[in-house]
């Protein structure tokens, strides 16, 4: 049966969701236990898949095809087993172990790894010797968990780690990182470099918070590794802190699954970890570590915050091998390797190579603190081009580089001009101070401290090459500390100074442009893409990504970034494709805002339905038109056709429509900075501020909230300013071009002017603009103006001109002009004749606001109106249309487009004809408001003629009523017809009410009056005509009063006053009246019986209390009797009050309370509170009357707009002309026969050109654009401006905690200056060892470390010494040095048996007390002696003359041995055990480093060294001489099986050395393979020297140059192999490292 992959596949995929479904074993009893970790589920998983695997493949027919099969197989596997399927748990399991990946990867073993699969093992069964160096290099891979966990990690409990040699393979290491753990491919990847010391000098709580901050917010914005040594101390300590807080913030938050979670990958050598030998254990996968906080001999515990650790096996015991894989590691990333032929890959596809998507991955490094070792690895990353930028305050290293790069950046701006005399004389002497005040231990180590300063020297040289720049500062010392928070901003700018040129016709390649770009948009740094990316790189910025701008639409806070694009021209209507548009909705559909108030309240969609295929036709267009109004705003062809390129013609209506959709987009999902970018690169900033504010005033409708419905309102009236101010500013600048957008009607509106939607939006204030004002009172005018015309003290009121015009036809010549529609229709004739005459008239006062009644005189181009297309206009033929459109009426001037009042005429010269002076002049709304005014009043009198006409009333004025009362409501059915469809948020519930009231009215009034049928009563009828009186004359008050500036704002006023204020009055007054009309009637008529009348006269009695004050009812009757005595129970209820009579009222005193208390509350309180209250509004609304009272205008200006020239009744032969005309088209529709056949001139009526009328110029629309540029960045500056106090005092805080830091350092500082002071003089002398060391001769001995003070282990100082008086032939008579002794207690017990008696100290006793007794031992000097116990103390100094004799040392005056070689400052037999000279046997033990591969030309050096088990210090193997025995102590430190004397004497030495050689031979001769020779005997200046003790040393060199097994006789726990470099140099004493380096020089070895 051949193997069927889909089965396996939906099979694996059945088992991890029924897994995915079962509920939590973690609950359940102690079965439970096995199932709690996630890898055992995966391991049980994967053994089921690989047993179906095995029986699917049983009866397999050919071996070839099963290898096929077995290969694809195991990548289907990898693809089941694949975390992505898994959605429990955040932490993702390994597709595949280290072995399995390797053979796959390996391309080999595939028969192997198919018996290994078949079998169900597991790569820790595969028995690997540690010793047998892997082919890739990694030895092991596995889970780390931590027992003892501080957290409940987010990406689970497990920490997969590697364990890999220092030659292994980065490529596949890379590879097992991207499969096995299944990471992403970085977009970036960051080294933290930083010391191991768990003590740190940063110190300041504010950097560190803001820089955890920065890092965080810098990890989770894009997919970032980030890479520190990964131990539980120091600053990676810090970095997972951060990563925890965060993590538990997003937890609480349920925000996780969100964001990208941080890669934080920690890199440690194994002999650094406390517990390295429990990770060699190469069989166990699962590995549980309990982290103690406590550091042994220097050796430290993984920080369990991070999710990944690379553990590096040093075999050569190399010091820098975190170092070097971090170096390999950087330049796979870069593509500085050969291997760098990268491709993106999914887990997947496991025959594929870690992959970078063909492009090198960006690679930043940090430095925080530092120690010696981390210059070096700087020096390498920037030779390698990798960006380091240094947090200069932090301590350590990174202190003293940022010092030196600033240094030489401020003496060398130009990095090719290298000041050599300030840096050999000046930087050189400060860097050493400053190594030696950060290093204490290498104020003596003078080749360290060098070697270190040149490297610093070295790595500041290297950093500004190619004009580019490797290194940057940041400095934390002053009060820009804050800006650590935008740590990837100074990461981007590191990395970007790296990588571009500062020369501009250099350019990056669009590939790196566009990752560059992402970069920078992940991290949200628009200033750094507007500063290095564009400015830089002019040339790709037409190569914008449409997926980049989509990425930014949908992030948040990446306003800027949209800003940006469009500022460089990124067209929008060739980006918005209908599917891009569907997908933009359909992303934002779990927007909460967008979701509740637009899916569910304006759709009424449940949130659960997805979006529709056909959502734009149906749901955007629906939701567009209930927000704003525009109907079938979205039209799916038109957008591809933008995408396509077809409508380029119109490519400015398309980029119009295109940019407001997307504004619409975002005001539906709440985000007002991106609409108000959106809004500040539009040309048509009015219409659309004004659309935008009717949006969120709408969307507030169906908010629920109170503080949301609040928002939204306070957006709207934001956006409604913005409108005002836009073209207030333009008013202010240009008044024709304001009129001329305020007049604009095209289609990306709805052929709607900008008054129009403000109206329809309700926005009272723009429509109270000066502008708008203008705009309406030329509306009302239309196409005629009125002359003014002075008759001496008589002036004829404008409402008489119009009436007489009206009713006599020849005042039109009089006091009529007339606008001229068409551009230019006169001949040539006469012209300068026309011209006098248009002056004149010009001229004239004539101009004047028929509203205002005022005398003002309207003297500039503001008066003239404007076409309007819904009246009859007089448009060319063609030929001359194309003529006279080139003749524009706004010429260019200046700043602005204004009237040429000569060449584009306004006002015709002569009078238009009489029929079209009388269609004009009817058409126009001020004529209509006159007339129909006129006739409204007319009506009036006649409809109340018919009311008060006595019985059935006449019949003749009845039926001219009735038609007169029909017209009129036809008329204003169409008007609020035109109003409904024209302003959504008309009321139309009132309207259709009104409607249908005098609907009913006509009918019964026809009925009855007209027709005869008694449908009603004539009273009733009486009824009826009294309430249509009082309807006609009321509607009087709202229809024609409110034109008038005085009477309109107090009509409103009085609107308010009764609709709001009386209403809430009569609310409370309501309560009072029927409370008080039960009481009084109760008291005052207690026997009444219930009856209707009964209810009539109580409540008659108190609401008319409200009018007048009813007391006669309380007065005494004298015709009322008293009732008697009661006689019985049966008659205690028949009457309750005084009188018999029912209808006598009972006064006393409780009828008088209850009354007074009523009148007072009715007269007094209510009556004042009801005129508190009108004054209230009153006072409320005197700002705001007056702008209300121009919307009202508006609105009546337009109502008169829509009416039809004829006032009812007559309107009626309107009505008729329309249906004639209607029948007329029709008919000539039909019969295709109806040609119009006159040349010149045709009449159009309402068409849709006509419509779409004012299209602005493409001038006038940049004008715009960059007026709505200039108010929004107007509008930052004056934010900015109100945060300036808030800043400073933000900065004063910083300042503060700055200074208090300074203070703290000056405090330290002074209380260091004695000490500095007492030092002074050792400062020098250790330049003076310096100097020493280079001059030094093979004829003397140098004695620099016998003056090192203090003493080591001690606070003893020595006594500063000058040169010239270090030798004892110099008289130096105030030389009185400190003696010290070391006791025989502070001895190691194998010493305690040789150690001297302090002879001084016995002298010093003896001298105090003469009676007492002290035996003085006594030595034989310059001699060999014997002890009691038959040892031999050597005491002979091995020291030669040139004679080849024995030097003999001098005695003091004490008898006490003299150091041959001068003072020291220092007595007493210090820390020696023996007086005069100690003997000591060093071997230094050497061989040349291994290589796996082909040899090369680097000669490293290893050497074999001592561990120190106190701290992390290292030693030649030496040992103290006692007598004879000159190796007897030393051959502890190996194992040696059996000697032949009784002392390990030198020939057994050399053939013990020598049989450590594993070379025959027969092959080589053994002098050439093998070296053993004394190469110093004699005296060794060291630290513990004293002037009556000191160190004397036979060094032997014992170097290999064949392969030796030496190692294997080594004491493990004492001797170990070591790679020689400049970190072991320090760890060594300065006594050792001179030896070690005089035979470097004698071998010529490399250092690493």
């Known amino acids: 049966m051949s193997f069927d992959a889909n089965n396996s596949k939906q099979y694996a995929t059945e088992k991890s969701h029924e897994e995915d479904e079962r509920p939590n074993i973690e609950s359940g009893g102690s079965d439970s236990s096995l199932m709690k970790k996630p890898v055992f589920r995966s391991l049980v998983t994967r053994l089921q898949i690989a047993s179906r695997l095995a029986r699917n493949r049983r009866n397999s027919f050919e071996e070839e095809n099963d290898v096929v099969a077995d290969e694809q197989e195991i990548k289907n596997f990898a693809r089941i087993t694949s975390p992505s399927t898994t959605k429990k748990t955040s932490f993702r399991p390994r597709n595949l172990t280290l072995r399995q990946f390797s053979q796959i990867s390996n391309g080999s073993n595939s028969k192997n790894y198919k018996h290994f699969l078949r079998n169900g093992s597991k790569v820790s069964d595969l028995s690997v010797n540690e010793d047998d160096e892997y082919e890739n290099g990694i030895i092991s891979d596995g889970i780390i968990h931590f027992s003892n966990c501080r957290q409940q990690f987010s990406y689970n409990e497990a920490h997969p780690f590697l364990r890999v040699t220092t030659s292994a393979d980065i490529e596949f290491v890379a590879q097992v990182m991207h499969k096995c753990w299944t990471l992403n491919v970085p977009k970036i990847v960051t080294f933290i470099l930083s010391n191991k010391s768990h003590s740190t000098n940063w110190t300041n709580e504010r950097q560190i918070k803001n820089f955890q901050k920065g890092l965080i917010k810098a990890a989770i914005s894009t997919n970032m590794w980030i890479f520190t040594n990964g131990i539980d101390s120091g600053v990676a300590n810090l970095v997972g802190n951060a990563v925890k807080n965060e993590i538990n913030r997003m937890r609480i938050m349920k925000t996780l699954k969100n964001h990208n979670l941080t890669n934080l990958i920690g890199i440690v050598a194994e002999e650094d970890l406390r517990y390295g030998a429990l990770l060699a254990i190469n069989n166990k996968e699962q590995i549980t570590i309990e982290n103690e906080g406590i550091v042994v001999e220097e050796r430290y515990e993984l920080n369990d915050n991070h999710t990944h650790f690379i553990i590096i096996k040093d075999r050569l015991k190399y010091d820098n091998c975190v170092d070097s894989f971090i170096i390999k590691f950087a330049q796979l990333l870069t593509r500085q390797t050969p291997t760098d032929k990268l491709q993106a890959s999914t887990p997947d596809s496991l025959d594929a190579p870690f992959s970078v998507e063909d492009t090198e991955v960006p690679v930043v490094s940090i430095l925080i603190e530092g120690d010696c070792q981390t210059v070096k690895l700087v020096v390498d990353l920037i030779k390698r081009h990798i960006p380091v930028v240094i947090l200069r305050g932090t301590g350590g290293i990174a202190d003293i580089i940022a010092f030196a790069y600033l240094e030489i950046c401020h003496r060398c701006p ?124 002019s040339g790709n910025t037409s190569k914008l990504d449409k997926s980049l701008f989509e990425s930014a639409l949908i992030r948040p806070n990446r306003e800027e970034f949209i800003d940006l694009f469009l500022s460089l021209g990124f067209q929008i209507h060739k980006f ?172 990306d509106w709805g052929y709607k002017t900008a008054v129009d939607i403000a109206a329809n939006a309700q926005l009272r204030q723009f429509l109270a603009h000066p502008c708008c004002q203008k705009f309406l009172t030329n509306t009302f005018l239309g196409n005629i103006r009125i002359r003014e015309l002075n008759w001496g003290i008589f002036t004829v009121p404008v409402s008489i001109k119009i009436l007489l015009c009206a009713f006599f036809i020849f005042p039109l010549f009089i006091w009529i002009r007339f606008k001229n529609n068409d551009m230019d229709v006169s001949d040539n004739g006469n012209n300068e004749e026309e011209e006098n005459i248009y002056d004149d008239i010009y001229s004239e006062d004539y101009a004047r606001d028929v509203v205002d009644n005022s005398n003002e005189q309207i003297v500039d181009p503001v008066t003239i109106g404007y076409v309007n297309p819904k009246e009859v206009v007089v448009i060319s033929d063609p030929k001359a249309t194309t003529t006279s459109s080139t003749d524009t009426i706004i010429s260019r001037r200046k700043n602005g487009f204004n009237y040429s009042l000569k060449s584009n005429r306004l006002f015709v010269v002569k009078q238009p004809p009489l029929s079209r002076m009388l269609v004009t002049f009817f058409s ?252 209230a509004t009153a006072s409320k609304l005197s700002t705001e009357t007056d702008n209300i009272w121009k919307f009202q205008r508006y609105l009546l200006v337009i109502d008169f707009e829509n009416r039809l020239p004829l006032p009812a009744p007559f309107s009626i032969l309107n009505y008729i002309y329309f249906i004639f005309v209607y029948f007329r088209d029709l008919i000539c529709n039909f019969s295709q026969c109806c040609i119009n056949k006159k040349t010149n001139k045709v009449f159009i009526l309402n068409s849709k050109d006509s419509q779409e009328r004012n299209k602005l110029t493409p001038e006038e629309c940049a004008y715009w654009r960059q007026l709505a540029s200039d108010f929004i960045k107007e509008l930052h500056e004056k934010a900015a401006r109100e945060q300036i106090p808030l800043k400073q005092w933000e900065q004063i805080q910083v300042m503060s905690e700055d200074m208090e830091y300074q203070k703290k350092i000056l405090r330290e500082i002074k209380s260091k200056v004695k000490e ?100 003085l031992p006594k030595y034989e000097w310059n001699s060999m002696e014997k002890t009691t116990s038959d040892e031999t103390i050597n005491r002979i100094s091995w020291m030669i003359n040139d004679n080849g004799s024995s030097v003999l040392y001098k005695l003091e005056d004490n008898l006490i041995p003299r150091n041959p070689f001068g003072r020291t400052g220092l007595r007493g037999r210090g820390a020696f055990p023996r007086w005069g000279p100690n003997h000591y046997v060093i071997l230094v033990i050497t061989r040349w480093q291994k290589r796996s591969k082909s040899p090369s030309k680097v000669k490293n050096l290893e050497l074999v060294v001592e561990t120190v088990v106190s701290n992390d210090q290292y030693c030649l193997p030496e040992r103290f001489v006692s007598g004879d025995d000159l190796f007897g102590e030393i051959q502890k430190l190996f194992k040696i099986e059996s000697i032949r004397h009784q002392y390990w004497v030198l020939p057994e030495v050399v053939n013990f050395f020598k049989s450590a050689c594993k070379q025959s031979s027969t092959e080589y001769s053994m002098e050439s393979v093998f070296d053993f020779k004394l190469i110093h005997n004699g005296y060794i200046d060291d630290y513990l020297n004293t002037d009556n003790a000191w160190k004397e040393a036979k060094v032997w060199q014992i170097h290999y140059k064949c392969v030796d097994c030496l190692k294997q006789r080594f004491d493990e726990r004492r001797l170990e192999w070591r790679l020689l470099s400049d970190s072991l140099f320090s760890k060594m004493p300065l006594s050792h490292s001179r030896v070690v380096k005089s035979l470097v020089d004698t071998l010529n070895a490399d250092i690493i």
């Open 576 to 747: 918005l494709s209908p599917s891009r548009l569907s997908r933009i909705f359909k992303l934002i559909h779990d927007n909460d805002f967008y979701s509740s108030h637009c899916w569910e309240n304006i759709l009424s969609r449940p949130s659960s339905v997805k979006q529709p295929k056909n959502f734009i036709e149906s749901d955007l267009n629906w939701l567009i038109e209930i927000l704003t109004g525009l109907d079938n705003y979205v039209d799916i062809r038109h957008l591809s056709y933008n995408v396509m390129g077809l409508n380029d013609t119109n490519s400015e209506s398309s980029e119009r429509r295109a940019l407001n959709l997307l504004t619409f987009w975002a005001v539906m999902q709440n985000r007002d900075k991106l609409v108000k970018v959106f809004w500040k690169h539009s040309d048509h900033p009015v219409h659309l501020a004004l659309v935008i504010s009717m949006m969120f005033d709408r969307l507030s409708w169906y908010a629920v909230d109170n503080n949301m419905k609040t928002n939204l309102r306070q957006k709207s009236r934001e956006f409604a300013d913005f409108a005002n101010g836009a073209l207030d500013i333009c008013y202010n600048e240009d008044i024709t071009r304001a009129n001329n957008v305020l007049n604009q009607s095209i289609s």
């Open 414 to 537: 130009d990095p090719k001009s290298w000041d050599l005399e300030f840096i050999d004389q000046c930087l050189k002497p400060m860097l050493t101070d400053k190594i030696i005040q950060t290093f204490n231990d290498l104020k003596d180590n003078t080749l360290t401290r060098n070697l270190l300063r040149d490297r610093i020297i070295e790595c500041v040289r290297l950093c500004r090459t190619e004009d580019r720049i490797y290194l940057t500062v940041l400095n934390l010392h002053n009060t820009s500390s804050r800006s650590l928070e935008n740590l990837s901003q100074h990461l981007l700018l590191a990395l970007l100074k790296s990588r571009h040129t500062k020369q501009m016709n250099e350019m990056v390649s669009s590939e790196n442009f566009l990752k560059d770009l992402e970069l920078t948009m992940d991290w949200n740094c628009p200033e750094v893409a507007n500063n290095m990316l564009f400015v830089k790189n």
């Open 924 to 1175: 126009a709304p001020i004529t209509k408001f006159y007339v129909s005014q006129l006739f409204y009043l007319l009506f009036l009198p006649l409809l109340s003629l018919s009311a008060i006409y006595p019985g059935c009333g006449s019949g003749k004025i009845d039926l001219l009523v009735c038609i007169w009362t029909t017209v009129l409501t036809i008329d204003y059915i169409r008007r609020t017809y035109i109003l409904i469809k024209k302003y959504t948020a008309v009321p139309v519930f009132l309207r259709c009410l009104e409607i249908n009231s005098v609907i009913v009215f006509i009918i019964l009034f026809s009925l009855t009056r007209v027709f005869n049928i008694h449908v009603i009563t004539p009273y009733q009828q009486k009824l009826m005509l009294c309430a249509a009186v009082l309807y006609f004359y009321y509607r009087l008050i709202g229809i024609y009063l409110p034109i008038s500036p005085t009477l309109g704002p107090l009509l409103h006023r009085l609107k308010l006053m009764i609709t709001v204020d009386f209403v809430n009055y009569m609310r409370i007054a309501l309560l009072i009246i029927l409370s008080n009309m039960i009481v009084m009637q109760a008291v005052l008529y207690p026997d009444t019986e219930l009856s209707v009348e009964l209810f009539h006269k109580a409540f008659h009695r108190a609401f008319f209390a409200l009018f007048l004050t009813p007391v006669t009812e309380l007065e005494t009757n004298e015709y009322c009797e008293e009732n008697g005595v009661y006689k019985g129970d049966e008659d205690y209820c028949t009457i309750t009050g005084k009188y018999n009579m029912t209808s006598c009222a009972n006064t006393g005193v409780w009828a008088y309370a209850f009354f007074i208390q009523y009148l007072v509350f009715l007269k007094l309180i209510l009556s004042t509170l009801l005129m508190a209250i009108f004054a």
């Open 1316 to 1415: 500095l002071e007492r030092t002074i003089y050792r400062e020098r002398f250790v330049s003076n060892v310096s100097n020493s060391v280079t001059e030094q001769t093979s004829g003397s001995e140098s004695t620099c470390l016998s003056h090192y003070s203090p003493y080591p282990s001690t606070q003893i100082k020595r006594v500063p010494l000058s040169e010239q008086y270090i030798p004892w032939e110099v008289l130096h008579t105030d030389y009185e040095p400190i003696a010290y002794s070391k006791t025989i207690d502070e001895f190691p017990n194998e010493l305690k048996g040789y150690v001297d008696e302090d002879i001084i100290h016995l002298n010093e006793l003896k001298s105090r007390n003469s009676g007492l007794r002290v035996k």
